[in-house]
């Protein structure tokens, strides 16, 4: 007969997390940028308390354990409050993406029952378009003080948060309840149909932060400070603003401002080590830092992910500047980080194209989550690095069935991702593409992210993208956009030459189109679906 363990049975809950960082950790810094402007610090202990008296707020308003709360919102330390005290509560933060759709949003807000959103002063505009159509939502609260909340014309229950808070006080006794109860709620961006809710467990957040803190992963510890560019309010900002508390790392919130210039500012006067993003926002960083002939003085290491980050940027960060990239990747129904890139030891004696070329993939599956690749029969195909197939993974903080979802998306007991991979002998996983980006050309498939990364190895290339269009021999052939960097001039006929050298023939590019920026969605990914509008029938 098995022994019984004579452990105790302690649940993984949020609210512990942020005591722990209070206790352990309580002067250690946050550090947020206001809506409004100006940088707002405090510690962990300050966190703590306020966390707490935002508890006892939402208890006053008349919310109870399993009532939903919404926050369309940036990172900023109210947010983070947030997400404590409305977990450690045994609700459910419900974190919107302000980028959806109005209509999406609506959708997802009464589909999540939200009871209350919490909105930052930039989507007032938001939240006056959607009020009359969300009937359940009784307050909105303006992630501010009085004096920078606006009034909404035709919203009266509006109230500003710290107004909210004040009369509160900062001693409240979180519950202690089941691990599996629902923490927090994430919609896909729905790019086909409505969105769809990912409700992670406590467990699935505290097991995914713990694992983040790992040295393979993002290696927080009190000694670091790190900044997520990841928002919040999309896959729990990769779980950063969970992890940095465990690890007791300074956190560094950059509210609204994302551009290359305020991320490099903040960057350098709050000494920032680490910091995660996608390639989108890292493109516009380096192209201030080289612009400006600047250089990055205490960060050393940055993750990236969300989508592929091509291997001219991997090496621009690790040649030019010294920053190491841990290249990571996950989606909304694996809570936060799946899989992660990392040199292992053997590649001290490599030259640096080699470590670029490994760190161009996706990395192996962290500790808690098993990854495998299946042919169209749903066959294992072999770890050699080429045979490709979809990406399937399972896991302590991978999803197992939608919110209010009917049918259970799992495949024998596998979450069918959507992403064509392979994975390799040693593991190390390599994202070829999205099972609706891959362009399928003759009964061949050309990976879409593979010439992007060969086109924007071009030096006067921002940003490209690749569609593939119908077309009435080949089924369908590949479509360049590029984006020119500032000053420089290139033609059709030099990038395609560029890409001759570099992909097979047959992966060339039927045509080039320069645009002065591609069409980016809420999360920094480019968005192929509305290319794909407008320019899928060119060929036909
Ligand atoms: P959406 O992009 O629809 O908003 P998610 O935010 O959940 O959805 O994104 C998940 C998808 O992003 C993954 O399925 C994968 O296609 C892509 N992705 C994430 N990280 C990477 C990466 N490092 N490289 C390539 N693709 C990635």
New binding site residues.
């Given amino acids: 007969m098995l022994q019984p363990g004579l452990m105790m049975d302690r649940p993984l809950l949020l609210s512990s997390v942020i005591e722990h960082a209070a206790a352990q950790y309580g002067d250690a810094e946050v550090v947020s940028r206001e809506t409004h402007g100006p940088l707002f610090r405090y510690t962990y202990s300050e966190c703590a308390a306020r966390a707490r008296k935002l508890a006892n707020a939402l208890a006053g308003l008349g919310l109870q354990g399993g009532d939903a709360v919404g926050s369309i919102a940036w990172n900023n330390h109210r947010h983070l409050e947030a997400y404590y005290a409305v977990s450690g509560s045994g609700m459910v933060m419900h974190t919107c993406n302000p980028r959806l759709h109005p209509q999406q949003l609506i959708y997802i807000i009464n589909h999540a029952e939200d009871r209350v959103v919490l909105f930052d002063a930039t989507f007032a505009p938001l939240v006056k378009g959607i009020a009359a159509h969300c009937p359940n939502v009784r307050t909105w609260v303006c992630l501010a003080d009085a004096a920078n909340t606006p009034a909404i014309e035709g919203v009266a229950n509006v109230l500003a948060y710290e107004e909210l808070i004040a009369p509160c006080s900062e001693d409240f006794t979180w519950p202690e309840f089941d691990e599996h109860t629902g923490a927090a709620l994430c919609y ?2 729905g ?1 086909t149909g409505n969105p769809k809710g990912a409700l992670y467990s406590h467990r699935a957040i505290v097991l995914n932060a713990m694992s983040g803190c790992l040295p393979g992963v993002l290696s927080l510890s009190p000694a670091e400070t790190i900044l997520p560019v990841v928002p919040m309010f ?2 729990n900002a990769w779980c950063i603003p969970y992890a940095a508390p465990i690890a007791g790392a300074k956190l560094v919130l950059p509210g609204p401002r994302l551009d290359g210039q305020s991320l490099y500012e903040l960057m350098e006067s709050e000494a920032v080590t680490v910091s995660a993003g996608v390639p989108t926002i890292w493109q516009a960083l380096l192209g201030h830092v080289e612009q400006h002939g600047l250089r990055f003085s205490t960060m050393y290491r940055t993750a990236v ?5 091509p291997q001219a940027l991997i090496a621009k960060f690790m040649d030019t500047y010294g920053v190491e990239v841990r ?7 694996t809570t936060a980080v799946g899989t992660m890139g990392t040199l292992m030891p053997k590649a001290k004696n490599w030259t640096s194209e080699q470590k670029q070329a490994l760190l161009a993939k ?1 990395g192996k599956s962290t500790f808690g989550v098993e990854i495998k690749v299946v042919d169209e029969q749903g066959n294992t195909l072999p770890r050699d690095g080429t045979s490709q197939g979809e990406l399937m993974v399972r896991g302590h903080w991978i999803m197992a069935s939608y919110y209010k979802g009917e049918r259970s998306p799992l495949v024998d007991g596998w979450f069918p ?3 064509i991979a392979t994975i390799d002998a040693e593991g190390v996983m390599q ?1 070829r593409d ?1 099972t609706k980006d891959v362009i399928k050309t003759g009964g061949e498939w050309i990976s879409s ?1 593979d010439l992007e990364s060969a086109a924007v190895a071009h030096p006067a290339v921002a940003m490209a993208a690749v569609i593939g269009v119908k077309h009435p021999k080949w089924d369908e052939r590949p479509l360049l956009f590029v984006v020119r960097k500032p000053g420089q001039t290139l033609s059709k006929e030099e990038i395609l030459a560029f890409l001759a050298e570099r992909v097979a023939k047959w992966w060339v590019p039927d045509d080039v189109i320069f645009l002065d920026a591609l069409p980016v969605g809420g ?1 920094g ?1 480019v968005q192929k679906s509305d290319l794909r509008k407008q320019y899928g029938g060119v060929f036909s």
């Avoid at 290249?327 to 129904?333: D, K």
């Fill in positions: 896909t961006s790019t999309h896959i992910g969300g989508s592929a980050m290249h990571g990747w996950g989606m909304t129904e996706q991702t959507g992403d994202i999205r992210i999360t990914k």
